[in-house]
């Protein structure tokens, strides 16, 4: 590996990045958390990253975390649910993930409650909302967020801590941030409506995470910018994710 773009390098740029981001926008540099996103990517460069440090695992697929849980068992890794989930793969999730932030819908809530339970488990979960208007995003309609957190309420083995969502795949700045501020507001409002508060709110990839912190991001999710570009488009890997991909 070409020591001039190394794991470690390409780690400590989006460090400075991120510090230089939240500098920009009159915060503190330890408001913003960095999960790095390691779908697609093995065994070798997950264990490269753990001996960086970084310790949280964000996945797309139920079916990866599975896979990859058992070999790197003694590595101490949280796996964090960052893609659509089928209810019917909940069981693998509410076992091994630490962290779901792509709870959309009812039926998913109930699904992963009904297998915590089943695991005496309780896990942090973000609410991903849909804040662009692309067809093949995922998301809760914003409107329903408020009726929707109290609905979470009643289920013990949910800890929900805030909202996620996915910015348009767009290279004009302007419609990303407007997904971005989007998620923002919507947080506050259903901060005062419900009371809760909601702390976290994960937004930014590696295309947009310095727009996402300008807006009050408190997570960015960086796959291509720590592991490389992946083989093929996440199209590839996960079809019923539709054509758009979330890849940079
Ligand atoms: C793949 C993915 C990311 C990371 O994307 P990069 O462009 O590789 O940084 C972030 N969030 C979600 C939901 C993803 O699926």
């Given at each position: 590996m070409n020591i001039e773009d190394s794991m470690a390098q390409r780690l400590e740029t989006i460090r400075r990045r991120i510090g230089q981001a939240c500098e920009r926008a009159g915060r503190s540099a330890d408001e913003v958390t960095l999960l790095s996103v390691s779908k697609t990517f093995g065994e070798a460069a997950i264990r490269e990253a753990v001996a960086l440090g970084l310790t949280r695992f964000g996945e797309n697929k139920a079916q990866e975390i599975r896979q990859k849980s058992a070999p790197l068992a003694d590595c101490g890794i949280e796996?964090?649910?960052i893609g659509h989930l089928q209810t019917n793969k909940a069981k693998?999730?509410?076992?091994?993930?630490?962290e779901v932030q792509s709870v959309d819908r009812l039926e998913l809530a109930q699904a992963l409650d009904r297998r915590l339970q089943a695991e005496g488990r309780r896990i942090r979960v973000l609410v991903q909302l849909k804040t662009s208007t692309e067809p093949s995003k995922y998301g809760l309609a914003p409107e329903e967020l408020p009726d929707f957190l109290r609905t979470l309420q009643a289920y013990d083995?949910?800890?929900?801590?805030?909202?996620?969502?996915l910015a348009i795949n767009s290279t004009d700045e302007a419609s990303v941030r407007h997904c971005f501020r989007g998620l923002r507001e919507w947080c506050e409002r259903a901060r005062q409506e419900?009371?809760?508060?909601?702390p976290r709110l994960s937004m930014?990839?590696?295309?947009?995470?310095?727009?996402?912190i300008a807006e009050g991001s408190t997570e960015v999710r960086i796959g291509t910018a720590i592991f490389g570009s992946r083989p093929y488009g996440d199209a590839y890997y996960w079809p019923e994710n539709?054509?758009?991909s979330t890849s940079s």
């Amino acid at each position: 590996m070409n020591i001039e773009d190394s794991m470690a390098q390409r780690l400590e740029t989006i460090r400075r990045r991120i510090g230089q981001a939240c500098e920009r926008a009159g915060r503190s540099a330890d408001e913003v958390t960095l999960l790095s996103v390691s779908k697609t990517f093995g065994e070798a460069a997950i264990r490269e990253a753990v001996a960086l440090g970084l310790t949280r695992f964000g996945e797309n697929k139920a079916q990866e975390i599975r896979q990859k849980s058992a070999p790197l068992a003694d590595c101490g890794i949280e796996w964090v649910m960052i893609g659509h989930l089928q209810t019917n793969k909940a069981k693998d999730v509410a076992r091994l993930a630490a962290e779901v932030q792509s709870v959309d819908r009812l039926e998913l809530a109930q699904a992963l409650d009904r297998r915590l339970q089943a695991e005496g488990r309780r896990i942090r979960v973000l609410v991903q909302l849909k804040t662009s208007t692309e067809p093949s995003k995922y998301g809760l309609a914003p409107e329903e967020l408020p009726d929707f957190l109290r609905t979470l309420q009643a289920y013990d083995t949910l800890d929900v801590q805030g909202l996620m969502t996915l910015a348009i795949n767009s290279t004009d700045e302007a419609s990303v941030r407007h997904c971005f501020r989007g998620l923002r507001e919507w947080c506050e409002r259903a901060r005062q409506e419900t009371g809760l508060a909601l702390p976290r709110l994960s937004m930014g990839m590696s295309g947009d995470f310095e727009t996402a912190i300008a807006e009050g991001s408190t997570e960015v999710r960086i796959g291509t910018a720590i592991f490389g570009s992946r083989p093929y488009g996440d199209a590839y890997y996960w079809p019923e994710n539709g054509p758009v991909s979330t890849s940079s």
